[in-house]
């Protein structure tokens, strides 16, 4: 091809996946994450290469030991977005090789991702997680971090057989994680800047293993350097514009479109983006402040918070960050060959601005 892309991916699957799967597959990637793309093999190699993630994360999970299978298969079914997946099946499409890995780099991701989460829960003393009850509430907080370690150990073991140079990334990864979560749980330091705090930690917490999926899809397919940094620092930036989306969307959206309760972080009084900038504003309400000192457990005083802020500076800057995180997204894009593959990654940086509205 002139543009040096493939036409097929590099784990295409070997059966066609029935239509009314992808469709349906498709359907809830663009819901969730924004995903636009028009172009129909893209649109049939992403959905068999995601079916072949499933397959691969289920088999993975297996454990002869029932506790252990039922804990670790709870959140593998309970879905989600699989957008670390998905982001690293796109960039394998910046590839010229037809090299195995890319599904196998892509569920491992998701269950790095996974096991976050099992931990996540228990710090955060969660009951739910995806429309379905939480490990750590349906047995114990001991059952979870189990589980969560169990998906780190499997994770590695699928990440060792795409060579060592994969195993350090994904060590380094971790790494990122868990410096990240430190960061958040003992906030910042003295004369550290609670913006930049927040955001370096979110570009830990999040941003570092979407970078790694982008990292991942690219190396696995044989894309030239350019390209892998590229859709490494793209992965970084997009991850990090989600968590400030989802602040944005906390407070500015009525809970009817959300489908949960609105201003969650302000009941367990955690400080967003939004709430920063409004906090770093000498002209902010002191009402306001009042309010963002601590966790607020009353209906009325949420609804009271989440007026405020709307009314606030703090909204309006958080939204001008996060277009400006979208606009740097799409400058990496820029440095890759034009193609559907390009476009649907240039689709979500767009949806992330435009879901806050």
Not at 64 to 93: M, W
Not at 148 to 177: M, N, P, Q
Not at 301 to 311: F, H, M, P, Q, S
Request: net charge negative; charged share 25%; with cysteine.
């Amino acid at each position: 091809m002139s543009d040096g892309q493939r036409t097929a991916s590099p784990a295409a699957p070997t059966a066609e996946v029935d239509v009314t799967e992808r469709d349906e597959t498709i359907g809830n990637l663009r819901a969730t994450v924004g995903l636009q793309i028009e172009d129909e093999t893209l649109l049939r190699l992403l959905a068999a290469g995601l079916a072949e993630v499933e397959t691969l994360l289920r088999e993975v999970v297996h454990s002869d030991v029932r506790a252990v299978h039922d804990a670790a298969l709870h959140l593998v079914e309970a879905g989600g977005k699989r957008f670390r997946p998905l982001f690293t099946l796109l960039a394998s499409q910046f590839g010229t090789d037809e090299r195995e890995g890319v599904v196998t780099a892509a569920a491992s991701v998701e269950l790095v991702h996974l096991a976050t989460l099992y931990h996540d829960d228990v710090m955060d003393e969660a009951t739910m997680r995806r429309g379905a009850e939480s490990v750590n509430a349906r047995w114990d907080n001991s059952i979870a971090i189990l589980t969560g370690d169990f998906l780190f150990a499997h994770a590695s073991r699928l990440v060792a057989d795409l060579g060592t140079d994969a195993a350090r990334i994904i060590a380094e990864t971790f790494g990122e994680l868990v410096t990240g979560q430190m960061r958040e749980t003992v906030g910042p330091v003295d004369g550290e800047d609670p913006v930049d705090h927040y955001l370096t930690v979110i570009a830990q917490k999040t941003g570092s293993l979407i970078a790694t999926a982008g990292r991942f899809g690219g190396m696995m397919s044989g894309a030239t350097p350019e390209a892998i940094g590229a859709l490494r620092r793209f992965g970084e930036i997009v991850g990090t514009a989600f968590q400030i989306s989802d602040d944005v969307i906390d407070i500015a959206s009525p809970s009817v479109e959300l489908g949960k309760s609105q201003g969650t972080d302000l009941r367990e009084g955690v400080r967003t983006l939004p709430m920063l900038y409004a906090l770093a504003d000498e002209g902010t309400d002191p009402r306001l402040r009042e309010l963002l000192a601590g966790p607020i457990t009353e209906d009325a005083l949420v609804e009271e918070a989440l007026g405020l802020l709307r009314d606030s500076t703090g909204l309006v800057r958080a939204r001008s960050t996060l277009s400006d995180y979208a606009r740097r997204a799409r400058v990496e894009l820029a440095a890759l060959p034009a193609s559907p593959a390009r476009d649907a990654c240039e689709s979500v940086a767009d949806y992330l601005v435009a879901r806050t509205y």
